[in-house]
Nanobody, 124 residues
Framework: VQLQASGGGLVQAGGSLRLSCAAS????????MGWFRQAPGKEREFVTT????????YYADFVKGRFTASRDNAKNTVYLQMNSLKPEDTAVYYC??????????????????WGKGTLVTVSS
């Protein structure tokens, strides 16, 4: 699976951005998709995972109620809608994919496929 993230940029605190991740190479709909982020000087952290059908989503506590993951299997694309952005959301956001969900996502951060990141900068 090849993943290409886009949609990052500079936004003021309180604003919104939508990230996209286009996938190619294998059957997109059979993979869990998700997002991680890494802020300058910090470790990579889990943000969200969305199930194959899109019916189930998992979120890190710090984004619940602000970020929404969705997917369009017909377009092989997963999205991350980010609202009420805060300066602490500034990070490189990475799209990821794995045929399974579990601690590999939210604890170990060792999923099978990674895309190149897209930078999100939130100014105060």
């Amino acid at each position: 699976v090849q993943l290409q993230a886009s949609g990052g940029g500079l936004v003021q605190a309180g604003g919104s951005l939508r990230l996209s991740c286009a996938a190619s190479g294998r059957t997109f709909s059979s993979y869990y998709m998700g997002w991680f982020r890494q802020a300058p000087g910090k470790e990579r952290e889990f943000v969200t995972t969305i199930s194959w059908s899109g019916s189930t989503t998992y979120y890190a506590d710090f984004v619940k109620g602000r970020f929404t993951a969705s997917r369009d299997n017909a377009k092989n694309t997963v999205y991350l809608q980010m609202n009420s952005l805060k300066p602490e959301d500034t990070a490189v956001y990475y799209c990821a994919a794995d045929p399974r969900y579990g601690p590999k996502w939210y604890l170990d951060h060792v999923v099978d496929y990674w895309g190149k990141g897209t930078l999100v900068t939130v100014s105060s």
